[in-house]
């Protein structure tokens, strides 16, 4: 029987458990080998109250708070070293080492490496809206599609990693537009502007979200809750997730514990289901 191995490839430390961390967590659980790899340092993020003073080096306290995310996922971290870009039109987007603007071709091949050594047969990452548009989450997708590609062929980057390996599957982390309608009403019920929703107030919720028929992956990790919220909350720095706290507990484990994915590859039709990213492999 084939290892059953998950390569996630993200934006921003945090990614990995304010995003598919449940999913993560119950594959971990379940005996995949499950590998993030984030792609920058943190470093133009904003910081929570009483963290002003982590300002100065939040890369260092963002990489500590990471290393310690991913333990208690269960997944084994990769960096690929890049610097945080800011939301867009933020300063932070010209810095010479900002992830936007790394060279594609090499970047691609940072991402080629660790599939080659790391050898998964499932891939994601983030979707070609980055979720909220974020440059960085955009940039992820960009160099992930082409390197899931590339990494089997042995013409392609013939210098970078061990032999050539092609993954079976490539999944975007994505959410269903329904979900998001449900929550602009519940905002809006609170007197809250959803198109300032996130500590920044910079993303605008009423642009997000998936058509529910191009979702295509539906993964439930409500046995691994705790281990969302308990790794969600190592990233103290950036508020610790719960922008959901205000609602009961066992209404956000009813209502959130599930991840939703587009296939991008192989394609499938839309109104697809799956309730497994791994089904048929390693079996
Ligand atoms: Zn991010």
């Known amino acids: ?10 934006a921003h430390p945090d990614d990995e458990s304010f995003g598919p961390g449940g999913t993560f967590a119950r594959y971990a659980a379940e005996g995949v080998d499950v590998h993030i790899a984030i792609a920058t340092d943190g470093a133009a993020g904003s910081v929570a109250a009483g ?30 070293g890049y610097r945080d870009s800011g939301y867009i039109g933020d300063p932070a987007n010209e810095h010479p080492e900002a992830f936007v603007q790394a060279d ?33 989450h955009i940039q992820c997708w960009k ?21 050539p390996f092609q993954p079976e599957r490539l999944y975007f982390s994505a959410f269903p537009n329904t979900w998001v309608k449900f929550f602009i009403f519940l905002f809006r019920l609170r007197g809250q502007d959803p198109t300032k929703f996130g500590r ?6 009423t642009r997000v979200g998936v058509a529910r028929s191009k979702l295509h992956a ?6 691994y809750w705790e281990v ?30 599930r991840d939703t994915f587009m296939r991008a590859y192989p394609p499938v039709p839309n109104g697809y289901r799956e309730k497994d990213l791994f089904k048929g492999i390693g079996e």
Do not use: C
């Open 200 to 205: 920044n107030q910079d993303i605008d919720m």
């Open 218 to 223: 539906f993964i439930n990790y409500r046995k």
């Open 228 to 257: 969302k919220q308990a790794a969600s909350a190592a990233h103290a720095s950036q508020g610790g997730g719960g922008a959901f706290g205000w609602l009961p507990k066992s209404v956000q484990k009813l209502l959130l514990a």
């Open 104 to 136: 594609e071709q090499e970047a691609i091949g940072r991402v080629v490496k660790l599939i080659r050594e790391i050898r998964p047969q499932v891939i994601i990452t983030h979707d070609e809206t980055g979720g909220y548009f974020h440059p960085d």
């Open 51 to 80: 963290y002003e003073d982590a300002r100065e080096k939040l890369a260092e306290v963002r990489a500590q708070e990471l290393k310690n995310a991913v333990n208690i996922l269960g997944a084994t971290l990769h960096t690929l």
């Open 1 to 10: 029987m084939t290892k059953r191995t998950l390569l996630a490839v993200l």
């Open 143 to 163: 160099i992930t599609v082409p390197a899931f590609h590339a990494a089997g062929d042995p013409a392609q980057f013939p210098d970078i990693g061990p032999a």
